[in-house]
């Protein structure tokens, strides 16, 4: 094979690569964005008739997750995406969409707690959706790392350890 079409060759594999690598963002994307709107869902019932302010919102997420899978030339690193306020007197919660890569997750989202009648003022844990059976875990921010060869502690998150997470907002 002369050198000519060897380069041929490859540029003709890093294309499909790329397109490849592009097609598999596009699943993993509207996979977060499903999984994000059952949680937003789940959570909404979960907290149905307990006089908590309930507000759902679609927003424009900016993720530079997909911008390194993808390519940083792709427009996937924006995408509409469910997240949820929550409100209780001067007591607020929010679960907001982080990214779909990293941290061998499927997708990340923060749940944030702001007491201002409490120290510290804000709590943060953050959601992990598992690759392999897309369940939410959560696990608090300041939770220390994991060792070498060791996963994180986590917890699957259930009705009762989000009741555990937002008892601030009581």
């Given amino acids: 094979m002369s050198a000519k079409d060897a380069f041929f060759k490859k540029v003709q594999e890093n294309n499909d690569s790329q397109a490849a690598r592009i097609e598999r963002a596009k699943e993993d994307i509207q996979t977060f964005r499903t999984r994000m709107k059952v949680l937003v869902n789940q959570v909404e019932q979960w907290l149905k008739d307990s006089g908590v302010e309930i507000t759902i919102i679609e927003n424009?997420?900016?993720?530079?997750?997909v911008g390194i899978m993808a390519g940083d030339?792709?427009?996937?690193?924006?995408?509409?995406?469910?997240?949820?306020?929550?409100?209780n007197g001067t007591?607020?919660?929010?679960?907001?969409?982080?990214?779909?890569?990293?941290?061998?997750a499927a997708?990340?989202?923060?749940l944030t707690l702001e007491n201002p009648n409490r120290a510290p003022r804000t709590t943060k844990y953050f959601l992990t959706l598992d690759k392999d059976d897309l369940s939410w875990y959560i696990h608090?921010?300041?939770q220390p790392a994991a060792r070498p060869g060791q996963p994180r502690q986590r917890d699957l998150l259930t009705e009762e350890s989000f009741f555990r997470a937002i008892e601030t907002l009581a």
Avoid at 60 to 65: A, I, L, N
């Fill in 60 to 65: 424009e997420h900016h993720d530079d997750s």
């Fill in 73 to 87: 030339s792709s427009n996937l690193r924006r995408y509409l995406i469910n997240s949820i306020r929550l409100k």
């Fill in 91 to 104: 007591k607020t919660a929010a679960i907001t969409p982080i990214a779909i890569y990293g941290y061998g």
């Fill in 107 to 110: 997708g990340r989202a923060a």
């Fill in 140 to 142: 608090p921010e300041n």
